[in-house]
Antibody, heavy 127, light 107 residues
Framework: QLQLQESGPGLVKASETLSLTCTVS??????????WGWIRQSPGKGLDWIAS???????YYNPSLKSRVTISFDTSKSQFSLKVNSVTAADTAVYYC???????????????????WGKGTTVAVSS | DIQMTQSPSTLSASVGDRVTITCRAS??????LAWYQQKSGKAPKLLIY???SLESGVPSRFSGSGSGTEFTLTISSLQPDDFATYYC?????????FGQGTKVEVK
């Protein structure tokens, strides 16, 4: 049974870099059938997709965050990670990682829905 | 980016009621739409994908329909476990977006 587990610092200071890791168990992170992504939810708010990565290492970012975030993976550890630079109070949120099935449309592969989620990790940005 | 608008934002209902939530996209997304259920303090749970396909293990009282720009999630007979917040999500391209959510509360 596939499981995803987020880990992170819990508290980060404004202007610093937030680093999060998602550890995948019960399945291969190298599968061509999936993308791996990060989603966040600010307190009392809705859901925002942040970034995704596929088995080739190709990355995809929310345009509103693209200048500050980097997604990467380490297949040897079955992990993928997210870095958010220059954090502010607006980055305070619960961060989720998820597995996203790929679908084919035309000649391209795209990430679809978030089929399996981690439990989430809470990040607070302090001033 | 594609904007997703859900209605209503809050819905008051009783056990046994038929409940319908609507999601509208700012442009056509074909059938590339998913629905999630989220309970307080928990991660979202996938209910429906490709607008109408039921995720494995999800009760059959949940159903989805629609294409293009208008979609619905229906709960045929609301159960106590169904009081939660529901989100739609489009995946027409790499940049995925969610609706703002619909809270189903006890009437």
């Amino acid at each position: 049974q596939l499981q995803l587990q987020e880990s992170g610092p819990g508290l980060v200071k404004a202007s610093e870099t937030l680093s999060l890791t998602c550890t995948v168990s019960g399945g291969s992170i190298s599968s061509k059938s999936y993308f791996w992504g990060w989603i966040r939810q600010s307190p009392g708010k809705g859901l925002d997709w942040i970034a995704s990565i596929d088995y080739t290492g190709s990355t995809y970012y929310n345009p509103s965050l693209k200048s500050r975030v980097t997604i990467s993976f380490d297949t040897s550890k079955s992990q993928f990670s997210l870095k958010v630079n220059s954090v502010t109070a607006a980055d305070t949120a619960v961060y989720y990682c998820a597995r996203e099935p790929a679908y084919i449309w035309g000649n391209s592969r795209y990430p679809s829905h978030m089929g399996v989620w981690g439990k989430g990790t809470t990040v607070a940005v302090s001033s | 980016d594609i904007q997703m608008t859900q209605s209503p934002s809050t819905l008051s209902a009783s056990v046994g009621d038929r409940v319908t939530i609507t999601c509208r996209a700012s442009q056509s997304i074909s059938g590339w739409l998913a629905w999630y259920q989220q309970k307080s303090g928990k991660a979202p749970k996938l209910l429906i994908y490709e607008a109408s396909s039921l995720e494995s293990g999800v009760p059959s009282r949940f159903s989805g329909s629609g294409s293009g720009t208008e979609f619905t999630l229906t709960i045929s007979s609301l159960q106590p476990d169904d009081f939660a917040t529901y989100y739609c999500q489009q995946y027409n391209g790499y940049f995925r977006t969610f609706g703002q959510g619909t809270k189903v509360e006890v009437k």
